[in-house]
């Protein structure tokens, strides 16, 4: 019985050892669900977002840190895509790693439910709203079919496709050389006159119009094909 009295302690060292050393380290789930934590409390975007945690290497092991971990980033505002986040110990056994988590942005967006040409006027025919996702995409996608609507296109845009802010202008209400009514109006009177057009011009724009009586060039803004308007 004496022989065997080494073998058992040195059983119970190793167990006792493998205990302590689970009991010691830092696990790497307690890290993301801090990191996790972390960004929940300071994200701040529009619509639903999901957020991915880059797992940590399987043979770090860091020491259990006796206090609530901090973390930390390098810029304070969390944005779409990939960010860096820091984790760091302050107790007597320090330590500081970093890790990154990737966020996707989700909105209501409007898309193109058929292809418009390029020129043609939008209507509320060629919309759909549809949540897609928008982490990679500048701020400037339409939300409201009332932003796009009775505008029209610079470019060809297929069905399925988000519509850019940047991808629409105003349509060009009058042409030049076109006709149009010269408009002014007072509160005790109105007065309409002929006119031709002497360039473009889309709706609110201050253009030249020539009158057809006078010949003389005045400066209308435009109401509606066809219609201008001077103020004097």
């Not at 050892?17 to 790497?28: L, P």
Request: net charge positive; charged share 20%; glycine share 6%.
């Amino acid at each position: 019985m004496i022989k065997d009295i080494p073998l058992i302690l040195a059983l119970a060292f190793i167990f006792f050892t493998a205990a302590h050393a689970e009991q010691g380290s830092q696990s790497h789930e307690s890290i993301a669900e801090a990191v996790k934590a972390y960004v929940e409390q300071n994200i701040n975007l529009p619509g639903e977002y999901e957020m991915t945690l880059t797992p940590l290497d399987s043979r770090l092991n860091l020491p259990q840190c006796a206090e609530p971990l901090d973390i930390f980033t390098t810029s304070d505002l969390i944005k779409a895509g990939r960010t860096t986040i820091g984790v760091r110990c302050n107790t007597e056994k320090k330590w500081s790693i970093f890790t990154s988590v990737i966020i996707k942005t989700y909105q209501m967006v409007v898309v193109v439910s058929r292809p418009i040409q390029r020129g043609e006027i939008i209507t509320r025919q060629h919309l759909a709203i549809e949540k897609r996702e928008v982490s990679n995409l500048r701020e400037d996608f339409a939300t409201q079919p009332e932003q796009v609507e009775n505008k029209q296109v610079t470019r060809q845009l297929n069905a399925g496709t988000i519509l850019s802010l940047r991808n629409i202008v105003e349509p060009k209400l009058i042409k030049r050389g076109d006709k149009v009514v010269i408009s002014t109006t007072k509160p005790d009177f109105s007065i309409r006159m002929s006119g031709i057009a002497m360039m473009d011009g889309i709706k609110g724009q201050l253009i030249s119009v020539k009158n057809q009586n006078s010949g003389r060039i005045i400066n209308a803004t435009v109401v509606e094909p066809g219609l201008v308007s001077v103020n004097y």
